[in-house]
């Protein structure tokens, strides 16, 4: 079933550095995961997607990486900035279009 | 990029009265769109699947005949929240997928619920 929401965890981080964003998502039978920021009373924006037959992928200063044998994934963004604090949430599909999020990790970029 | 609305972007009612929350994809058209909702410092939860032309999906324990979603044409879902209550208060958003764009989900902007 989807994940159940959960007070968030949070991760402060110094401008600059590496930041590492964790999720362990529910169903080993899912083929696709998106990682969305989400703003302070907006939608959720898209970052990066994975295939499941994939256990890494880049973008522009962000890397996503894939461990299905423990259902993990994580989101690694490069030189953190002070755009960059928002609330980061994975979101997994395994049946038809749906997506479920996880628990959402909240990002403070400390100047 | 594929542009999702969302209208009101707040509102306010009492408790008992209706209120309709519109999401429109304004540059694409969605056979599919999905509403959630969001509570303060939570994830979104997948309330339904909204078909266009059939009806909507609904996730278990979410109640349909309060949740009434209506996907009348390709580009609009409506969600109407019927008899709201206080607990009712939410972010709900929606999103749109583009069924040329692969499986991304487009996010609308929310709509912030509160019944007084």
């Known amino acids: 079933g989807e994940s159940v929401g959960l007070h968030l965890p949070t991760l402060s981080v110094q401008e600059g550095d590496n930041s590492i964003i964790n999720c362990a998502y529910s169903?080993?039978?899912?083929?696709?995961f998106i990682w969305y920021k989400q703003e302070s009373g907006k939608g959720p924006q898209f970052i990066i997607d994975i295939r499941s037959n994939m256990d890494k992928r880049q973008g522009q200063r962000v890397t996503v990486l894939l461990n299905k044998t423990v259902k993990h994934l994580s989101l690694q963004i490069a030189a953190t900035q002070p755009g960059d604090s928002a609330v980061y949430f994975c979101?997994?599909?395994?049946?038809?279009?749906?997506?479920?999020f996880g628990t959402g990790t909240s990002l403070t970029v400390i100047p | 990029g594929a542009v999702v609305s969302q209208h009101p972007s707040w509102v306010i009612c009492k408790s008992g009265t209706s209120v309709k929350i519109e999401c429109r994809s304004l540059d694409f058209q969605a056979t599919t769109m999905f509403w959630y909702r969001q509570f303060p410092k939570q994830s979104l939860m997948l309330m339904a699947t909204?078909?266009?032309?059939?009806?909507?999906?609904?996730e278990q324990g979410v109640e349909k005949d309060k949740f009434l979603i209506n996907h009348a044409s390709l580009t609009l879902s409506t969600l109407t929240v019927t008899s709201a209550h206080p607990e009712d208060s939410s972010f709900y958003i929606c999103s749109a997928r583009d069924p040329s764009g692969g499986y991304e989900q487009y996010f609308g902007p929310g709509t912030r619920l509160t019944v007084t």
């Open positions: 169903n080993s039978a899912s083929d696709y």
């Open positions: 909204s078909n266009e032309g059939s009806k909507a999906t609904y």
């Open positions: 979101a997994e599909k395994y049946t038809g279009n749906q997506f479920y």
